[in-house]
């Protein structure tokens, strides 16, 4: 149902639930808890889903479709967005890599994560208004922070499905890649984030004092993996 693989100091959890187009269900959410615990550790994340129809598709609406009080439907969201938050506050970088459309509950997901990479054929959309509800774990306020109010607002308020590249144009998807390429391109981007240089680079980005910039950049310049580097480019001339 959901896989975890480490390899390399990167972290890969895919969702593995084609036959429901990797929907997302209440047993879904405690494997996902699960493999984030396997995760710790890891110097990147990275998100996936199986096959190539859908990244995930939403909350899965067979099941949680039992839910029929408030509090279980609190309970439910309050459980879904503390993943994506454990996501969000995942010290190394993080992607999600759009094998399929991220819809609904899926573009809440993706949005999570700091990096969306996205096959060339996929959409994405918050369409949660279809089913008379909002974003439950935490998508809208994420998608706010990317790529504005006003146009998250029209976005989530109207429920529009945005194309691969338009989502792009808006900053919704930071990189599109052609389908042919994707899992490799993918992959080999996860896995050069997974270095401690790029850790540090998003730790100065989240914001520290400048005394812990300086130090975190001090502490890679002394490091044998810098002069190593530096030596092969000073060879090449």
């Known amino acids: 149902m959901v896989d975890l693989e480490i390899e390399d100091g990167l972290a890969i959890i895919t969702i593995d639930r084609p036959h429901a187009r990797n929907a997302i269900s209440l047993e879904t959410m405690e494997h996902l808890d699960r493999a984030l615990d396997g995760a710790q550790g890891a110097a990147a994340l990275a998100l996936t889903g199986t096959g ?66 996205a096959a060339d054929d996929i959409k994405i959309g918050f369409n949660q208004v279809a089913l008379a509800i909002m974003p439950a774990w935490g998508g809208a306020e994420r998608l706010a922070e990317l790529v504005g109010y006003s146009r998250a607002l029209l976005l989530a308020g109207t429920g529009r499905i945005l194309s691969a590249t338009d989502a792009e144009q808006i900053g919704l998807v930071d990189q599109v890649i052609p389908r042919a390429s994707f899992d490799e391109q993918w992959r080999l981007i996860a896995r050069t984030l997974a270095t401690v240089p790029a850790g540090q680079v998003k730790r100065v980005l989240r914001g520290v004092p400048t005394t812990e910039a300086v130090k975190a950049f001090a502490d890679l310049w002394v490091a044998d993996e810098h002069w190593t580097a530096a030596d092969k480019v000073m060879k090449r001339g």
């Open 52 to 117: 190539d129809r859908a990244f995930v598709s939403g909350g899965d609406l067979k099941e949680l479709s039992a839910l029929r009080t408030v509090e279980q439907a609190s309970a439910m969201s309050f459980r879904m967005r503390s993943i994506c938050d454990r996501v969000a506050r995942f010290p190394g970088p993080t992607v999600a890599a759009l094998n399929g459309h991220a819809l609904g509950g899926g573009a809440e997901f993706a949005v999570a994560a700091d990096i969306r990479l």
